[in-house]
């Protein structure tokens, strides 16, 4: 095997090897345009924002494996990359993994979201999306937008998740009250959506049942 460097200098007095890695990198950078390629696992993939989208399902049940701690911070921080009004980002987010926490968000649902098993409650990873009302931009009009960045901030960590090859689910069917008396949340704060996050234990295929573009979109040309 020659070094880089030789290869590289050799690259550049041999015609045929600089045309081949020319047309390799062209190649590449071509790929690179079209989709994202990415290293992981020890092995380049490759994955389509909009195949994330369409895999992306809401995920009730989750295996007993923990998720990895990097994984965790990839999803937090497309969270935090997310766009918002007036770069406002009134958002905040509380990760749970303690048993004992996970035990009460779970009690504050209106539905048994949360699938006990034999080692503990499930999903491994609860991730807590606040909202700051009183930070958020308001429109002159009154309109306030605090809600719509949270959205926007909780879909990008769901997309994230997907990349990770984990699954979330945005539930928002609970007693706010019992999870911020949980959570010692502060009264000015507001509690969006509890996140569970983990590895799917139910297997679905992607998005099927939305309604058609030719009823919700109107052109105007
Ligand atoms: C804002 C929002 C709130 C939701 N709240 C709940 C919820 O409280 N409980 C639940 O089981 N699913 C909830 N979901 C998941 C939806 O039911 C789900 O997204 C929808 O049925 C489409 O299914 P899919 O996500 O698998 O494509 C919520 C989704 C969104 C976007």
Known sequence: MQPLNSLTTSSLTNPKLFEFIYCISIIVIT???HKTLYFKGGK???MELLEAIR?????RRFEDTPVEEWKLLNILEAGRLAPSAHNKQPWSFIVVTDPRVKEKLSAACEQDFFITTAHGVSPPVVIVVCAHPGEG?????GEEFWKTDVGIAMQNMSLAAVNEGL????IVA???EEVKKALAIRPEE???ALM???YPMEKKGPVTNRKPLHEIVRWVT
């Open 190 to 192: 507001r509690v969006i």
């Open 167 to 170: 699954a979330s689910c945005m």
């Open 196 to 198: 569970p996050i983990g």
């Open 174 to 176: 609970f007693r706010e």
């Open 55 to 59: 895999n992306r399902r809401s995920i």
């Open 137 to 141: 931009w308001v429109r002159i009009d």
């Open 44 to 46: 380049w993939s490759r």
């Open 31 to 33: 790929l690179n345009y």
